[in-house]
């Protein structure tokens, strides 16, 4: 049967119960939305990277979507349900004829609750992007092991799949231009593949979602939820999860939301450790941002489609490293200032290495648990700072800036970090953030889901330490985090 009979017959107000059904289409499906179900077709079409153009293909697609799916969204994907067709033609939800197509029913909600439409309407919060975030890491935690797929090889093929498919729309992404990017893109591969076949060895290439963009997250019930992973293709799923993650941090970034983007990252960095996963960023953005300028020229959006082609250019000339440090007392704003400054360092921002997320990383704790008090006794903390300094060094070497966030009360302490950036030859600022101690102790006090465990008790021990001479550009915090933030960019020369 010709599906553009069941498009019109799934288009009819009359198989909804007389309620016409709003109809969303992309390149590859068609969902009609009316009351408190989605209805999701998959186009019969053959691209260069799927293939539903029949209808057992269709079916086995639409099986795989509710698998992968149901795990981050169980409470949106509900099933499959035939098209079916009577002895006289007619066609039906369901029903015991002969079936014609097959749909993924899911539960419906509000487009208005879509990530992307959140972000235009600037609903977006970063309590909302860290819950992201959390989403994005424990599937990926939970995610099957791929070591036969990703790597080098499994980006060599997304650098070949998009200079084909540029080719194919040379009348609209100009071609000397896709060329170039495909050369720049291999000579980044080329680069970084002795780390991609290294993560991939250590398990870092997994089942993923896979297209992971602001359009494929919604706010349900008070949460975020990623849903619409990728069912069709292998080569497209089981990937790095930093490539995984990469596809987010490239869309808040074309959405202008950089700062959205670096707070994303760093938290991410903050549950799983996976530092090194920054070093592959240039090639890993480029390529998402490259996907959506064929995307968009096969769909005909010209002006965006060169705009991403643009982007995928510019994302492999990333800024030059920089170290920055924001030491203080606890209490005086240095994670909110490190957090602040990093989206204008770096692309989506400098990596933030922070001494309390490190803490509970080399503990084996998760971010928000208590540590015992041996955790912070003087090896504990030498380990800590020592892995500091090997974080941000190995980060600074790949050419990725760092904002380390730690005390750093004692000289010996500022001076190593120092120390990283003249042997590495990058440019070094300290900020040492102040407050009044009984303004500190209420912002100790009035704490929740941080990853700090420091006390008023531990604020107190703190003021006790002799500094010793401070060299580092002193901010006073205990005004209005603005006047705080302006103070922390004029320091530098932002």
């Keep these: 049967m010709n599906q553009d009979d069941i498009i019109r017959f799934l288009s009819d107000p009359a198989t909804h119960g007389g309620q016409t059904p709003e109809i969303i289409s992309t390149h590859i499906s068609v969902v009609f939305l009316a009351g408190d179900r989605a209805w999701k077709l998959k186009k019969a079409v053959r691209l260069s990277f799927l293939d539903f153009s029949t209808l057992q293909a269709r079916h086995t697609a639409c099986l795989s ?22 002895d006289t033609g007619g066609l039906h939800l369901g029903g015991a004829g002969k079936v014609v197509d097959w749909l993924v029913e899911m539960r419906r909600f509000a487009q208005d609750d879509l990530l992307s439409e959140l972000l235009r309407r600037d609903r977006v919060d970063r309590r909302m992007i860290q819950q992201v975030a959390e989403a994005a890491f424990a599937a990926h935690r939970a995610a099957p092991l791929r070591p036969d797929k990703g790597g080098a090889a499994g980006l060599d093929w997304t650098i070949t799949t998009n200079a084909t498919a540029m080719t194919a729309q040379a009348a609209i992404l100009p071609p000397a231009k896709a060329a170039h990017l495909a050369e720049a893109s291999r000579a980044w591969l080329h680069k970084l593949t002795p780390l991609l076949e290294e993560r991939r060895a ?5 089942r993923c979602h896979g297209d992971l963009h602001c359009g494929n997250i919604c706010l349900y019930q008070g949460k975020t939820v990623p849903f619409d992973a990728i069912e069709f293709s292998e080569d497209i799923a089981c990937i790095d999860v930093f490539y995984d993650l990469a596809f987010l941090l490239m869309d808040l970034d ?10 994303a990252m760093n938290h991410y960095l903050d549950l799983s450790g996976d530092y090194q996963g920054v070093v592959l960023l240039p090639l890993l953005l480029s390529l998402r941002a490259a996907i959506r300028a064929h995307v968009a020229a096969a769909m005909g959006r010209g002006d965006e489609a060169n705009l991403y082609l643009d982007a995928a250019l510019a994302y492999l000339a990333p800024p030059p490293p920089r170290l920055l440090a924001v030491g203080g007392l606890s209490g005086s704003g240095k994670s909110h200032m490190g957090r602040e400054l990093a989206p204008l360092l770096a692309v989506p921002g400098a990596a933030v290495v922070r001494s309390d997320s490190l803490r509970k990383q080399i503990m084996g704790a998760a971010l928000l648990d208590r540590l015992p008090p041996q955790a912070y006794d003087s090896e504990t903390g030498q380990r800590t700072y020592a892995a500091l300094l090997d974080t941000c060094e190995t980060l600074l070497r790949a050419g990725h800036a760092v904002v380390a966030d730690a005390v750093f009360a004692k000289p010996e302490q500022r001076a190593g970090i120092e120390a990283v950036a003249r042997r590495l030859g990058v440019p070094f600022d300290g900020l040492w953030l102040w407050t009044e101690p009984d303004l500190a102790a209420r912002r100790i006090e009035s704490r929740q889901a941080n990853v700090s465990d420091a006390t008023t008790a ?23 985090k603005q006047d705080a933030l302006d103070a922390g960019r004029a320091a530098l020369c932002l």
């Design 65 to 86: 979507e509710l698998e992968v799916n149901r795990t981050a969204a169980p409470d949106l994907y509900l099933g499959l349900m035939p098209v079916t067709t009577d």
């Design 254 to 263: 074309q959405r202008g939301a950089r700062p959205l983007a670096s707070h």
């Design 458 to 480: 531990v604020l107190q021990a703190q003021l006790s330490i002799d500094l010793g001479p401070m060299t580092w550009t002193r901010i006073h915090t205990g005004g209005s």
């Design 202 to 206: 250590q398990g870092k290439v997994r």
